[in-house]
């Protein structure tokens, strides 16, 4: 259906050509996807409504393409490079006044950026 749609046609290609953005944009609506599935059960697309102000407080902020992962309490979002990943983080910890947060950066081994 449209999960493997998403990952063939738009998910896989951004990779590819390494569209940061157009992979997020991807992982959004997939997230979004299987969060109004099990949003009967969990109470809404995110697993706690703090989750769901987060986000809607990082979108405001014109941060956006978050994913939660699994069942959560975690949101995950993929940036291009570590700048940009310290950007997001240090905006979280300034302007979302949910919480309390952890921000993590994590990255793979061979990444040159």
Same mark, same amino acid.
């Given at each position: 259906?449209?999960?493997?749609?998403?990952?063939?046609?738009?998910?896989?290609? $951004?990779?590819?050509?390494?569209?940061?953005?157009?992979?997020? $944009?991807?992982?959004?609506?997939?997230?979004?996807?299987?969060?109004?599935?099990?949003?009967? *059960?969990?109470?809404?697309?995110?697993?706690? !409504?703090?989750?769901?102000?987060?986000?809607?407080?990082?979108?405001?902020?014109? *941060?956006?393409?978050?994913?939660?992962?699994?069942?959560? !309490?975690?949101? $995950?979002?993929?940036?291009?490079?570590?700048?940009?990943?310290?950007?997001?983080?240090?905006?979280?910890?300034?302007?979302?006044?949910?919480? !309390?947060?952890?921000?993590? *950066?994590?990255?793979?081994?061979?990444?040159?950026?």
């Amino acid at each position: 259906g449209r999960l493997a749609r998403l990952v063939l046609t738009e998910m896989l290609p $951004a990779l590819h050509t390494e569209n940061c953005s157009e992979f997020s $944009a991807a992982l959004y609506e997939y997230g979004q996807l299987v969060g109004e599935f099990f949003s009967p *059960i969990q109470g809404g697309v995110y697993s706690h !409504p703090e989750m769901r102000s987060c986000v809607d407080q990082l979108g405001a902020l014109g *941060i956006s393409g978050w994913v939660q992962s699994s069942w959560g !309490p975690t949101l $995950a979002l993929v940036c291009e490079s570590q700048k940009a990943a310290q950007d997001v983080t240090s905006t979280i910890e300034r302007d979302v006044t949910v919480g !309390p947060l952890n921000t993590q *950066i994590v990255t793979v081994a061979n990444d040159s950026r």
